[in-house]
């Protein structure tokens, strides 16, 4: 049966159409969003090859629609979807992610049709609805445009929806399977009883740009384990490592008390992204299976094998990473350190191995300046370095180099703190040595050969095998 159908015009429409989408992936993920809302456990997305006139199809085995659902609530443009029905799904619960009520249509960003097919209550109603259409309307007449709409009867049992876009846009590249997947992940991966996939292949940890690892075991009080983790390339949103049990998520992820080893900066934590399956531990679970009991002792064995693991992979991610930037800087470090006297060279590097890193994952650029602030320091003078910034600055800046101080160490503060303690401690020798009456003038003179730091800065660098009256003689005239 065919019976035209209208949309239905909210006052918000004139703003919400003008608002786009930064990809065709992410204008298909709404598609998947509205299938998360109608309280479906599965999801299919097929996207065409390269190059190929094939249609994209997202279906889904979520409650569908009746006809009077599409036409009175599918074709009500930019009515809020929480405002009519609430903040939850109506059979799962979950949180609503539809809101503007535009998302249905993100669609037709990437094609000239869309054909909606959804089964509900023994009825199967088709909707097509394509864009020159609604770019002829207009925003004022789409109340005008007749929408084709049909029904068929289909199973009692049947239900669900599927969204078949053709005719895709020519000036926009395909759909990148990869790409939907990376975009999936991260929104549903952890989602209970919500299972998607793209061209056949599950959505799952290893869609996540980064090196993933897998590890399994047999721990005594929990059987078979196994852990499967990610170290994406940039932090996450939604980091840490989750624990599956019996297919469920149990409680929340967490960094399994790694963030509390000072070594691993928490930069790198937070892209760590994965789970381990323990389901031997569903006896322990909490009734309403929202925890595991605290004094289970085979969680106590599960997150030791686990700690030990992730911990490991990390701080060799930690290690490798800090080696790449410190080689991509060595060409100019190495010129730098060659300048240094021989006894300098080596605290040098060390100092600039630490400054690697505490600014791990900062630009080239900035660890650069650091890098080279540090080595003025050593080829020139350690206080004086600090002390002329501090005089050349600003009072509107002297927040600003406080924190620099604070938090980059610059030119290594406990170097400094280091050599001030051991230069008071000579000096007060010193003028013990001088008080002594049984003191040479020979012993005086030796112990300020070896200390030129005490004449200034000009002097603390000077190096001679002449005896220090000859020196000083020579360099006075």
Known sequence: MTKPAHFKIDPKLASLLGEGYRST???????????????????????????????????????????????????????????????????????????????????????????????????????????????????????????????????PDAKGTRITLTGLARNLSHPSPEKMRRLLVLEYDRKESFEIAVNGEKVA????????????????GVGKVSMKFTIAEKPLKHSGIAIRIGGKIVGRPTNLGIDEDETIPGKLL???????????????????????????????????????????????????????????????????????PENRRKTAEQAIHRILERLYADSDERVG???????????????????????????????????????????????????????????????????DDSTLEKQVHAAVEKNLWMLGADYRLLASNETLARAVERWAN
């Not at 889904?60 to 009746?66: N, P, V």
């Not at 979807?81 to 939850?88: E, N």
């Not at 940890?205 to 005594?220: F, H, N, Q, S």
């Not at 080595?375 to 910034?389: C, H, I, N, P, T």
């Open 369 to 435: 300046v650091v890098v080279s602030l540090m080595l003025d320091a050593f080829e020139k003078d350690e206080y004086w370095v600090v002390l002329k910034s501090i005089d050349e600055t600003t009072r509107a800046d002297v927040t600003k180099l406080a924190e620099a101080l604070d938090q980059f160490g610059l030119v290594d503060l406990a170097i400094i703190a280091q050599q001030a303690t051991g230069r008071l401690g000579f000096l007060d020798e010193f003028d013990r040595l001088i008080a």
């Open 25 to 155: 992936e992410d204008a298909l993920k709404e598609l998947v969003d509205n299938a998360w809302d109608a309280d479906a456990e599965h999801v299919e997305v097929v996207l065409p090859a390269e190059m190929s006139a094939d249609p994209i199809v997202i279906s889904d085995d979520g409650s569908g629609m009746t006809e009077r659902d599409v036409r009175e609530e599918y074709l009500h443009v930019a009515n809020d979807r929480r405002s009519r029905k609430g903040a939850l799904s109506i059979e799962k619960k979950r949180g609503v992610k539809g809101r503007k009520g535009i998302g249905k249509f993100a669609g037709l960003m990437a094609a000239d049709t869309m054909v909606l097919e959804t089964r509900a209550r023994g009825t199967l109603t088709r909707l097509r609805i394509t864009k020159a259409d609604l770019l002829a309307a207009g925003k004022r007449d789409l109340d005008r445009i007749d929408l084709p709409i049909e029904t068929e009867p289909c199973p």
């Open 205 to 220: 940890i290893g869609d996540i740009p980064g090196e993933t690892i897998e590890e399994t075991a047999t721990l005594p």
């Open 270 to 340: 937070r892209r760590v992204y994965g789970e381990i399956e323990a389901d031997g531990l569903e006896g322990e679970v909490t009734a309403d299976w929202g925890a595991i009991f605290e004094n289970s002792l085979g969680l106590a064995e599960a997150k030791k094998w686990a700690t030990e693991k992730v911990s490991e992979k990390v701080k060799s991610t930690f290690k490798a990473e800090v080696g790449r930037q410190k080689a991509r800087l060595q060409r100019e470090l190495n010129a730098r350190l060659a300048k240094l």
